[in-house]
């Protein structure tokens, strides 16, 4: 005798197979690996054709709450913000039971998706079919949700991952590059003692110095810093060291130098970049100190009777002009015993807690009353008194110090 089916089995078993079928559309859907829009867009399918729900709105929470599907419905749900009787929801529910605007009537249930605790989206329906009404067929619109939205979230995890690796080994070629800048030795002979300390402010600095011998007599010394951090900025300062040192194999005129050194990085620069820089050609026959300031601090020549001269002239920051609008050559003869002081922006723009900076004047003071230390502790005590300046306080930018001694 055949199996006779009632109407409310044949109606059950009718609905399994519709949701087994939207399960399996999902599914693949993920597994094929498809963009989020194209999920949205099989997961708009999939409820409206496979489930037959015609009015759907649903919510998912990227930063901000945003209305990813909607069909069904003459609400503009992108331009809609959930109230708070529905964002502190956590199980099905009713609109009707909900103390809400009547535009949102438009809809009678309103399904939380949960994972791990968290809720990850909100799924409004409407214009159910009587079925709908059943708990269980809710709960499985609520499961293929999730299914859906975990998928997405774990790709968006991904892609954060992808782009975090992405983002550590751009740090990795950059910390190179610029680590291969610096040069691996600095002189301390019978004429100078050169020394050099460098702190970047995070991974990455924009901060550079140099030492080129251009002859036995002469030889090159700077300081330099890049707008901005990171890859671009490393990359823009290694073309400034290749063509500070291509230019001086053809020239140690200051003038040609400089004004060299601008046209290459106003051609090079991206994204408004320039440096500030201070140049300085010391010649040991003559003792004759020729410079350039290009737009940066200026270093403190400290004479033996502790008076001293700051070193402005010169130039703008480089980089910003195709042709620089003026240009000052500094020339000074050095005395013996005299110290200079070149450094970035990092060491003076420290403040302390009533806001006051450390700057030029408190460099000079320093200066003035440890001259005589070594030229490494000079350094390591006056990175120790701008940290005492502001216990409380991280520096804001790279620090860069060289000093000359001139014996």
């Known amino acids: 005798m055949p199996e006779i089916i009632t109407p409310n089995v044949q109606q059950e078993l009718n ?239 200051l003038n040609t130098v400089v004004s060299e050194l601008n046209h290459l990085i106003y051609r090079n620069a991206i994204a408004e970049k320039f440096i500030t820089t201070f140049l300085a050609i010391f010649n040991r026959s003559t003792r004759e100190l020729s410079y350039v300031n290009a737009g940066h601090n200026a270093p403190v020549l400290l004479y033996e009777n502790n008076t001293h001269d700051l070193l402005n002239d010169g130039c703008t920051m480089l980089g910003v002009f195709d042709v620089l609008p003026f240009m000052n050559v500094g020339k000074i003869n050095v005395p013996e015993n005299a110290v200079l002081l070149c450094y970035t922006d990092g060491l003076t723009e420290v403040f302390d807690v009533d806001e006051s900076e450390f700057g030029i004047e408190g460099t000079i003071d320093f200066l003035q009353k440890n001259r005589f230390l070594s030229s490494k502790m000079l350094h390591l005590q006056l990175l120790n008194a701008i940290n005492l300046y502001n216990e409380d306080a991280s520096f804001g930018d790279d620090i860069t110090l060289l000093s000359c001694r001139f014996k």
Not at 179 to 184: A, C, I
Not at 223 to 231: H, I, L, M, W, Y
């Open 15 to 253: 609905l399994k197979k519709l949701e087994l079928s939207a399960l399996l559309e999902i599914t693949q859907a993920i597994n094929d690996n498809l963009p989020e829009e194209a999920l949205y867009k099989i997961y708009r399918f999939t409820l409206l054709a496979q489930l037959q729900i015609n009015r759907l709105a649903l919510f998912v929470h990227d930063e901000k709450w945003d209305c990813k599907v909607s069909f069904g419905t003459d609400l503009d749900a992108a331009k809609l913000n959930l109230p708070d009787a529905i964002l502190e929801l956590k199980e099905i529910t009713r609109i009707s039971k909900l103390s809400v605007d009547k535009k949102w009537r438009a809809f009678e249930i309103v399904i939380p998706i949960l994972h791990n605790g968290k809720v990850l989206a909100f799924v409004m329906i409407g214009k159910i079919q009587p079925y709908y009404t059943n708990i269980e067929a809710l709960n499985f619109v609520q499961t293929v949700s999730n299914i859906m939205l975990v998928a997405i979230e774990n790709h968006r995890m991904a892609r954060q991952r992808l782009a975090q690796e992405s983002i550590r080994k751009e740090i990795e070629i950059a910390r190179e590059v610029q680590s291969m800048l610096f040069p691996k030795s600095l002189p301390n002979d019978k004429d100078v003692a050169i020394h050099a300390s460098y702190i970047p402010h995070s991974s990455i600095g924009g901060d550079y110095y140099d030492f080129i011998e251009i002859d036995k007599d002469q030889f090159l010394f700077c300081v330099a810093d890049v707008s901005g951090k990171g890859v671009p900025a490393s990359l823009l300062m290694s073309n400034f060291q290749a063509g500070l040192r291509t230019i001086l194999r053809q020239t140690a005129d």
